[in-house]
């Protein structure tokens, strides 16, 4: 009774210790939303000064706005100011000149709504604006990036050159800077920016929609790192986008590497502890199995064909000695890193399922897995096989018996 209450008073202490840091995490978070809204703001464009003005819309021109495409709900926004009046005026900045001598700063589906008013009824000389004053050109972008921005997040390819239009008015500015201006999270709009380092066949696929933002960004990866040229991307880009290709294979080509399971770590340790254990009780490896065992674990090698220790690191022997094509072929010396391969794509294609094909992109059979394992970096080779292993381990009915007690565990 005592052990069983000692467990209940653990337990307690332990829920209790989950909602204390549950609550500092929740005020961690406030308190440093409330010191970034206490940071002084980058220009003084919240503090110029506003004053009601009346206008036709013929003295009112537009900018080229960020988003592109027809404006959504314009008749019903027309009827709303039709019968309730414009409640919330367009905000307009001084052009200097004298024809046009206002430039829209936001409020254009207010200012398409008021265009069809005045071709159903005759123009009006009344229509009111906010006019707000000494607005500069990078302010003026800044402000109608804002307002879109805040209405619907963009199409990435809108956003960037948005961006990158404001960043331009003002080389001082950074990514940071523009994301604080128009309260975008830094990460997308860096990450949008970057599309514009791709070639522009391949931003034209992403704005008609043929290419997922994020298969872009694995594109412009993939060219940024050497993996594949420029115009190679481009012609993996147009297959995908013709449908003689998958998105899976893109990716493969343009060296995408599948990233490791959460629990690839635990499951390889599991399979190098299953390995070890079943050599140490086999008959005639025991003693061999355990002094390697001890040199992986932190003694001395001595065995010439196994891993070699170097600066702290564990790697393989570079080459081993193999009969490349038959039986009776001449032995050759392989690199083991190719084996590796060679091991991954058999069991691609001979022993994994449909779904874990999938999963890393591998359409096809024994030659498309033999493919995908080869194009694969060296040191991601047997990552990758190990992860495979552990996926397939997890649904395995039948484990080896060696591994049954570490899986119950």
Request: hydrophobic share 40%.
């Amino acid at each position: 009774m005592l052990r069983l209450m000692s467990q209940v008073d653990k337990l307690q202490d332990a829920e209790e210790h989950v909602g204390q840091m549950r609550e500092e995490a929740v005020r961690a978070a406030r308190e440093e939303r409330e010191a970034d809204l206490r940071k002084a703001p980058l220009a003084d464009t919240a503090t110029k000064a506003h004053t009601l003005i009346a206008a036709p819309l013929a003295q009112v021109r537009t900018m080229v706005n960020m988003r592109t495409g027809a404006l959504p709900d314009l008749h019903e926004l027309a009827v709303s100011i039709k019968e309730t009046g414009l409640l919330h005026p367009p905000l307009v900045r001084a052009t200097g000149e004298d024809d046009v001598p206002y430039e829209l700063l936001a409020g254009r589906r207010r200012f398409s709504a008021m265009t069809m008013l005045d071709e159903a009824e005759g123009p009006r000389e009344d229509w009111r604006f906010t006019l707000v004053d000494g607005i500069s050109k990078r302010e003026a972008l800044t402000m109608q990036f804002a307002e879109n921005f805040h209405q619907a997040k963009p199409e990435p390819v809108q956003f960037a050159r948005a961006a990158r239009a404001i960043m331009s008015e003002d080389p001082a500015l950074t990514a940071a800077d523009v994301s604080r201006l128009v309260g975008a999270p830094m990460s997308w709009t860096r990450k949008a920016l970057r599309l514009l380092d791709l070639p522009e066949s391949v931003v034209a696929r992403v704005e008609q929609g043929d290419l997922s933002f994020t298969v872009a960004d694995v594109v412009r990866r993939g060219i940024a790192r050497g993996d594949v040229s420029a115009q190679q991307a481009e012609d993996l880009v147009e297959q995908h986008a013709s449908g003689e290709i998958t998105g899976g294979a893109l990716k493969l080509g343009v060296g995408y590497v599948p990233p490791k399971p959460k629990d690839y770590e635990e499951q390889a340790r599991k399979l190098d502890e299953a390995r070890w254990a079943s050599e140490r009780a086999g008959k005639d490896g025991g003693d061999a199995a355990q002094r390697d065992w001890d040199s992986r674990a932190g003694g001395d090698n001595g065995s010439q064909g196994g891993p070699i220790r170097n600066g702290g690191d564990i790697t393989p022997a570079p080459r081993i000695v193999a009969s490349v094509g038959g039986r009776d072929a001449e032995p050759v010396e392989v690199d083991v890193a190719d084996l590796d391969a060679y091991v991954l794509g058999l069991v691609l294609s001979r022993v994994a399922t449909a779904e874990h094909r999938s999963h890393l992109g591998v359409e096809g059979g024994h030659e498309a897995a033999q493919d995908y394992a080869f194009s694969l970096h060296p040191d991601r080779r047997l990552e990758v096989l190990r992860a495979l292993a552990g996926q397939m381990l997890s649904v395995d009915p039948v484990p080896p018996k060696a591994l049954r007690s570490l899986l119950a565990a």
